[in-house]
Each structure stands twice: as structure tokens, then as C-alpha cells.
């Protein structure tokens, strides 16, 4: 026997895939909640949360967060009410149920974050309590109009008999298609969990029934699955999208009216667009993605010196072009490489976006404002790192517009306006890999006379000088002026975030009365490595803690200087090892070198050690690269400038690449 | 309608820049030097989020340096995809010269570096138009083009982690 | 060698599942992410154990177990079921279906190996 298992070494797996049921829970409650408006049970989504909020349970329990299993399980029950029930769930049972996902997602984040997962809160564990004690009991009649078998009708739920016999109420049909699985059809990309994907795709699938069948050549397993669909798509489509042939589907209600059927190829063809973006899904954590890119770095570095050995027998009267033509081509597919796993990375801004109508929604609720919420998100992916850090920022202009812009249904009547105010999130990708993400508004505007006297200045001209206004930490907290001026707290918050987090941009632009947008944008990937900061001649560096072996104090009195070595190059002893010892200031040409006792940072090169010797170790941090892109700051070794707060470049020096190119370095440098 | 230009003032000349490849006119206090970048580089500032190169023109005319002051400036200045800033003793003033501007005379075009592309009076001042290609451009004293990693192609480095 | 299947649409529940397994010796594992495939797997191949989730969509392992002995040749298969509190009603009904053992949620590594070393010596038919 091997060693025991350890189930808590799952936890980060956890997280993972309990953010994505929350999700499901949490789309899925907010479709039964507009549904329950139009006075629709949605049952089905109903059950859909039940399982999200079910999987959670199980996997808290195995890995021991007692909390989440506590909330999950009496969320579990009233939806199992519910479905059993066939009831429709009240607004305020919805309301108690997302109050309870929330709750779970901030335990989920506490486990993630490492720190003590809180007890369920009391207030919501007796809410939901109560609920669970007082289903509503009004059972409605179901219609059960289907032409079915009755060997199959007997297996379906109420909701699903509705489902079936109300499709052609919105419009579409209901049929029923059987997939036969053999091994040959599996090879040809038909297994059941695919074909269930596709007829997702282009419909709803109500349900899908095993059925033994004889086995035959056409079935092999003696198996057949009877896939009930309701669906505005055509048979044909239907057909391709289970494998079988057309007049193999059955429609399972009367004909509403002949469908076009020109519409039939073009819907064939996104069909098989389509399909590959549905094939097989990984999850990787991020940390494997930068192990890649280190890995492609240490590649990078060693292209470099091949090249440099191209130089060198060009010097001596060799004829490299073959090799100079393979070298391009090598740094061309370099790039491309990185260019690949960057990809890797990037999540739809969807993904973001999809998050913003649950607010919009709890913001309804606090402000009693009436507030329609309009997402165009388009296409454009995004870094993940670029996404966390957008987030937050998407979150706070969506606030401030419900909260302070939009104005109360009464005062919006007075003016004229439709008492439902508007907000609208919109996602561009622009050119230069750059996203543009605007909240905009048709609230009261921001009031420049008010903003301006409350701020003691002139009145801004322009946006710009507006924004700057409102930036200011000292006037954006104050609450009178965001309730008068219409424009909340924490502008500058945002502003830092886009610019020195991300290396974006805010832009504002209002008009008193008619509304207010405002617009970041930031680039679509960002680089953010774990770094050492450290003095070296009076300036401030950063190195990435990845490239770092150790740090050591030497005293470059007793490091023995090599004798016919022309800059100050020495050598100390390390654990048995000769370490190689170079003034940063010297390699850098900074100035004259100091001498002393100093902090060593030593670097490895293809396995051999290289000691940089710096004035003092300043720190830790995380911090965001941003690449020197102009052709006059690119220079070997300085791979990026980070802002450590001060507003000014800190510059990101990477030691292994400078090992490597030292010796020219100096060259240039003398 | 003729072209709105931003004046630059460095030691006792005039220089101008079309409006439209200025994207805007900062304070300067300081940049982080680069090291191994040429001599002219001042260096690197943030500019709304970016690293921007900054040429301190004095340097690139091969004039004296002085301490900055209150009115030294960082012209940002937007050619394609790039931003570079300029670092002049002074710049606030937008002219509209009435004129057309004209191609310097040689003696001026030689004494100039090569910097000067056109020259244009309005109000009994002389003002010379730059050429920001050259000025910002790539051709560099500091030798190091083979230490750069990628050959041909954008020029820019895998980060190390 | 046993091959078992291991059907649950949870990815961490089945990773869990096959990680506490792994201690013992000679067993191969497919896994099968939905109630539906289990049954395909199942009717185009043999196995020898399943270890089965219940809270699954369209078709849960209640139904898996039912259509499972309908089947002559499925008939002797063993199957673990897994349950979570709250399940109780669920799993009584797996077992009169034909279900032989149930795991709830949480478990040890310990508990899942001795039920399914139990059950693949128990002298079912399984080569």
C-alpha cells in the first residue's frame, strides 16, 4: 500500500470548481428571479441549482469546511421543496437564496486566501430556516399534451411534461431524437456527452432516457438514449447535431407552421464553426503557465548567446547566412511560442461582465431605484491577471452610477425622463491590444459649478481637468458632494488601478442632466512577477525573486580580486563553490564602485553561479511589468519598469541575461 | 486653415512641433536613467500608465546642460505606436504661422545635426520645425544593436520570472 | 487488472475518488462525467466495479443503477454508491435498486478502499 491520502491537498481544486458552481447557482437564481417576475416557475433552473449547491455540499464535507455544508445543505432543501413541489420560488425566497451563495462565496475566498473560514452567519442560516418551513403551496395543473410513448412519458418529471408541451407557446417545437452509441460512433465524435453538448447548443434538452434496446449492428451495446429536445432549430439540424438521419426525429407536438428552410445550411456551418471551442476544456492553474514562460525565458537567453557565437565566426570570415536565416526563424517561432502561452491566459471578458448583473441587482433592492442594466460585452479575451484587477474597478463605476448618478423614479418623471434609469457596461478591443470599457449612465450628471466650489478651484473646462477634480482623495470622500455633484467616492481608487496596475487610462465625460460615462482602458495582458527590491548606486531596482538563488553578504575586502581582470570582477568561496562576484553598478556603468561589506544576489547561468553585488536589500513585493517598448530604452538585461508607488519607473533587471552579455556590456560602457 | 504648432524653446531657439504629433505637455521632475541606453536617453517616466522614454534635447543638440526648473517640460510627443517625451527649458505656447514653412537653409541644416527640417518667421521670430523622426530615431552612438535578443523582428524580450 | 468506473460530473470528486484508490494494487480507472456516459461506458465495455455519484444532470445515479439492472449482463456489476447528508431519501432509493454499498460524504481514503476491496473479493464474477 502507498501512502495515505491527504484529501485536503484538494482544497485548491476546490475553490476552483466551486467558483463555477456558485456561478451557475448565481445565473441561474437571477433567470428564476426574472421569470418570477413574469409570473414563470423555470423548474429546470431550479434543479440546476439544486445540483451546483448540492455538488458544493459534497465536496465541502470532503474537505472539511463545515460552514459551507451548513448553508449549502438549507439552501439544498428549499430548492428540493421547490422541485418536488413544482412550485415557483417567491422573490424573497430567491433574494434569501443569493444572500446565501454570497455567503458561500466569502468562504470560499477566506479558504483561498489561506485565512479561517467563518461560521455560517446566524441571520441567514434562521432566514432560510423559515423559508424551508413555509413552501408556497400553490401546485398548478400541468399540461401534459405530448405525443409520447408512455414508457417514456411515465419517466418524466412534471416539469419536464411542461417543458415539452408548452414549447410551442415561445415559438418552438418539441421532437424527440434516439442515438444509438457504438464504439465506431464515438470514433467519429459521437459519445453521448458530445452529442449532449450539441443538442444544448441549439436547443434546450429536457431529458435524456436510457432505453435497452436488441442488439443489433446499428446498436451494439443494446443501447439506445432518447434525447427530448425543445428546440426552434430545424430537424435537419437537429439530425446532424445527434448523428442520425433526418426523418429519424420525431416531433412530439402538432405542427405550429413550416419553418424556412434556406435558414438550415448557414445554422449547419456554425454548427461545425463551433464545435471545436466545445472540445475539451483544461483547467490549468496559473502557476504552471509561468513555469512555461520561465522555461521559455532560459530559451530565450540561450538563443541569445547562439547568436552571439553567429557573430563571432562572421568576425572571423565564416559564412553564416544559412545560420543567420535559421536563427531569425528560431526567434520568429520564439515569439510565437510566447505569443501561444500568453494565449493560454486569457479569459473571456464575458467571464467578467457576467458577474455585474447580480450587483446591479443588489443595488436595486438597497436603493429602490428602478434601473435597467445593458451589457455589451463583445469577444475580447483578456489576461487573467487583467481580469482580477478590472474587476473591481467595472464593480465601483456600476455603484457609483446606481447609487448616486441615477436619479430617484420621481425626480427622473420630473424631468422627463423614463423612470427606469439606464446603465450600460460596453467592451471594445481596440487596436494595440488594448481594451476599452465604458460604464455610462443617464443619470443627473456630474454638476462641474458644485464640484468646482465644493473643491475651492475653478470651474474645469474640460474633462480632463474634471476628472483630475474629481480624483482628488480629499473632495471624492466627502459625501455631500457626491450626492449633490452625482458622482460617488473612490474615483481615485479606480483611477489608480487603471494606470498604475494596469497601466491604463480614466477618462470621464458628463453632461448635467443627461448622464455620464466613463471610460478605461487598460491593455489586455499585464505582468506580474514576485520581486526583490534592492539599492544599487543610489537608484532603486527590482529583480524577479524566480531568477534569484540566494542572497548573501560579502565583504569585497575579503573577496579575493582576480588578478588581469580588467573591470573589479571577484571571486569569494560558497559552500565549496567559486562564485564569481561583479559590482552592479560597475555592469550597469552607474558610477564608481563601492567597497565594503554589501549584499550579494546571486543568479545561476546554465548551472554556473554569478554574484551581483548590490548596496542594500530593500524588500519584497509583487509588482506589475510593464515591457520598455521603445527602441531607445531597450537595452540587455532591463526587461521592464514596475512602479513601486513613487510614481517614478523602478527598472526590473534581469541578472541572468545580464551575465550573459557583461562582458559587452563594459565594452560599450568604457 | 493652417496647422497649429506647439513651441518648444531650448537654450535661445524656438522649435516647433505640429499640434497633432503632440499628445501633451508635463512637468518634468526627473526620469529613472536607463543604463546602456545612449546618451541623450534622460531616461524613463510614467505616463498615464506608460513607460516613456524621455530625450532630453539639450543633450541631443549638444548644448550645456542646465538645472531644470519650474518651466522645464516634457513634450509627449505620439508618432505611431510610440511615445517618447522631449525635455525642453520651456513650452507653452501654440503658434499658427500664417507663412509657409520651408526647407532650412544647408548651412542651418548642417549646424542643426540634421534635427531642423523647415523654418518658417511669424512675428519677427524665427521658428524652427523640428524633424522628430531623426530626433527620436533609431540610429544610435551607443552601439549595442547585436546585444538586443531578437533580430528583425518587434524587439521585445520574453520577461524572465 | 479491475477496471473501474468512476461517475461523478464533480472533476475534484472524482480525482478525490481515484486518489484514495490508487493504495490498491492492480485497478485501472475510466472516468465518466455524467450519468448518461457511465451508461454508455457500461453498455460498450466491461468493467468491474463503478463507484457512482447521485446528483447528476438529466440522469442521476438512481437512474444509472436502475437501467444497470435491467440489464442481464450488468446484473452482478458492483456499485459503490457516494452521498452526501441530505441524500438519505435518494440513497435508500439507490439500494432497493440495486446499489450494494454508499459511501456519505465525508469519508476517509480508508472507508472508500475497504468497501471496494470488500466488494471485488466478494466472489461477484469479475473476470
Known sequence: MSDPVDLREFVSAFVTEAAEHLEVANSKLLLIESAARGGQPMLRHVRDVFRALHTIKGLAAMVGVESIVTISHRMEAILRTADQASTALSLDTIDALLEGTRAIEVRVKQLADGLPVGEPPASLVLRLDTLDAEPEAATRAITRATRLDPAIAQKLSAAEHEHLATASAAGQRAYRADFFPSPARAEQGFSINRVRERVSAIGELVKVLPLSVPATEHAPGGLAFVILVVTSALPAQLAAAVGIDADAVIALDAEVKPEVAAESDAVEDELIVNEPARRGIVRVDVSRLDEAMDRLSSLVVSRFRLSREAVRLAERGVDVRTLQTLLAEHSRQLRDLRAAILKVRMVPIAEVLDRVPMIVRSLRRSTGKSVRLEIDGGHTELDKAVAERLFPAIVHLVRNAVDHAIETPDERARRGKPEEGLVRVTCTEHSNARLVLSVSDDGRGIDRETVARRAEVEVPATDAELLDLLCRPGLSTRDEVSTVSGRGMGLDIIRRVAVEQLGGELAVSSVWRVGTTFTMTVPLTVSIVDAFTFECAGQRFVVPVAIVDEIVEVDEGVATRLAGSKGNVRVFFRRGESIPLLPLEEVLGLGVERVGARKAIVVRRAGEPIAFAVDRMLGQQEVVVRPLEDPLVQVPGITGATDLGDGQPTLVVDLVALGGVVRMVRGAAA | MSTLYVVLEVADAAYILPASEVRELETFAGATPVPAAAAFVAGVVHIRGRVVPVVDLRRRFGLPAVERTLETRVVVTEVGDRLVGLVADRARELVRPAAEITPPPRVIAEQTLGFVKGIVELDKRIYLLLDLDRIIGEEQDHGERDLHLDDGGPRRRALPR | ?127
Do not use: Y
Not at chain 3, 29 to 53: C, M, Q, Y
Not at chain 3, 67 to 72: E, I, L, S, Y
Open chain 3, 1 to 127: 487488472m479491475a477496471d473501474v468506473l468512476v461517475v461523478d460530473d464533480s472533476n475534484v470528486m472524482r480525482d478525490m475518488i481515484v486518489a484514495c484508490l490508487r493504495s490498491l494494487p492492480n485497478l485501472a480507472f475510466t472516468h465518466a462525467t455524467t450519468g448518461l456516459e457511465a451508461i454508455e461506458r457500461l453498455s460498450l465495455k466491461k468493467f468491474d466495479l463503478v463507484v457512482l455519484d447521485l446528483n447528476m444532470p438529466d440522469v442521476g445515479g438512481i437512474e444509472v443503477v436502475e437501467f444497470v439492472r435491467a440489464q442481464d449482463q450488468l446484473r452482478a456489476l458492483p456499485i459503490v454508491i457516494v452521498t452526501t447528508r441530505g441524500d438519505e431519501s435518494s440513497r435508500t432509493r439507490a439500494l432497493d435498486a440495486g446499489a450494494d454499498r454508499f459511501m456519505t460524504k465525508p469519508f476517509t481514503p480508508d472507508a472508500i478502499v475497504a468497501e471496494v476491496q470488500a466488494l471485488l473479493a466478494s466472489g461477484r464474477p469479475t473476470t
